[in-house]
């Protein structure tokens, strides 16, 4: 399973079985909005607070994707799963209703590959059903990360919009799906010294690109191989550094295969700024859009690249510089997998 320096390959080919994606009333805006699979009308969700709005997000996209397959939780072996909130408090809160043997991740934006890789691990040494998931809604961690969105603080154009949704996707044996999961591979702390919240597109980028550069050559393979590389949140800005990174790595990168959720999910929607963020954001666009379009024959192989700032409210204020990771996993439809 191993391979190269920080992959792993996955030759029993995990499946997806299903997947669930919930989102808020501003996401129904989306151009994706018909591949979510609930959408509340209120930003509450029920709920007293945006944080406990966040805890029901993770529960009903974990339902959706269970139900989906017509499973029940008690079918669940394991969920791996994480958030932006102090303590990964939004998922381990969830936990209590949802009842399954849970490992609790952080890796900030990066979440959903990071906990989709470890499930997938999970269901290659014999686990029967693993969930992998995450959520995060836009209240909740402005508050947390910046300013709450009562104060009105003027954003710049470099800032981001948190997707306020859950995503997860249920692992299985091969056989049980036409989607399967055939490589990942794990992403290095790089830090280039940026240190505006503001920004993260930014602090981000360069640990996709090395990510990504890693998974080629653990693989040996490159862009060509897929029909899509896509990362989790870079926004426009960090996009579009990226691309810049890969010309100075002289491995350029052809604009057109190299997508990210964070701008698909809003579609240059003013409010969204330089585009969206969020633990939810990568999430919501691969465990809906990306993973329909294999279904339906759109596509056939993507390298999906969920990008996370390593950044607490307390290195903020203590004018630390900005960590990034990211994770990369492999999707393909299972009669071209290689």
């Not at 995060?136 to 470099?158: L, N, V």
Request: net charge negative; glycine share 10%; hydrophobic share 40%.
């Amino acid at each position: 399973m191993f391979t190269g320096k920080q992959s792993w390959a996955f030759p029993s080919y995990p499946s997806i079985l299903s997947s669930g994606v919930v989102t808020g009333p501003f996401e129904a805006q989306s151009p994706l909005n018909n591949t979510f699979d609930y959408i509340f009308d209120d930003r509450r969700m029920g709920e007293t607070t945006f944080e406990k709005a966040q805890v029901v997000l993770m529960e009903e996209a974990c339902q959706q994707a269970v139900q989906k397959a017509g499973k029940t939780m008690q079918d669940v072996a394991f969920i791996y799963g994480g958030d932006l909130i102090n303590q990964d408090t939004g998922t381990s809160f969830a936990m209590r209703t949802l009842n399954v043997p849970y490992y609790g991740l952080f890796g900030a934006c990066s979440t959903s590959m990071e906990a989709l890789s470890l499930a997938a691990q999970a269901v290659e040494m014999g686990a029967p059903l693993v969930l992998a998931g995450t959520a995060s809604h836009y209240a909740a961690i402005e508050k947390q990360f910046r300013y709450p969105i009562e104060y009105g603080a003027q954003r710049p154009p470099t800032a981001q919009r948190t997707v306020t949704a859950g995503g997860a996707a249920l692992l299985a044996p091969n056989g049980s799906t036409n989607i399967v999961v055939t490589k990942s591979t794990i992403g290095k702390v790089v830090d280039h010294g940026l240190k505006d919240p503001y920004n993260l597109g930014g602090a981000m980028a360069p640990a996709a690109v090395d990510t990504i550069l890693a998974h080629f050559d653990d693989f040996q393979v490159d862009e060509n191989d897929y029909d899509l590389i896509i990362t989790g949140d870079l926004g426009n800005v960090g996009r579009a550094l990226a691309l810049e990174w890969f010309r100075q790595e002289e491995h350029p990168m052809p604009e057109a295969k190299f997508q990210d959720c964070g701008l698909l999910i809003y579609d240059n929607a003013p409010e969204a700024m330089a585009g969206a963020s969020g633990t939810g954001c990568s999430a919501a666009v691969i465990f809906g859009k990306i993973l329909d379009d294999i279904t339906k024959g759109r596509l056939k192989r993507v390298l999906a690249v969920a990008t996370g700032a390593l950044l607490s409210p307390v290195t903020s204020q203590q004018k630390e510089s900005i960590p990034g990771i990211a994770h990369a996993v492999t999707l393909e439809a299972k009669g071209g997998a290689v």
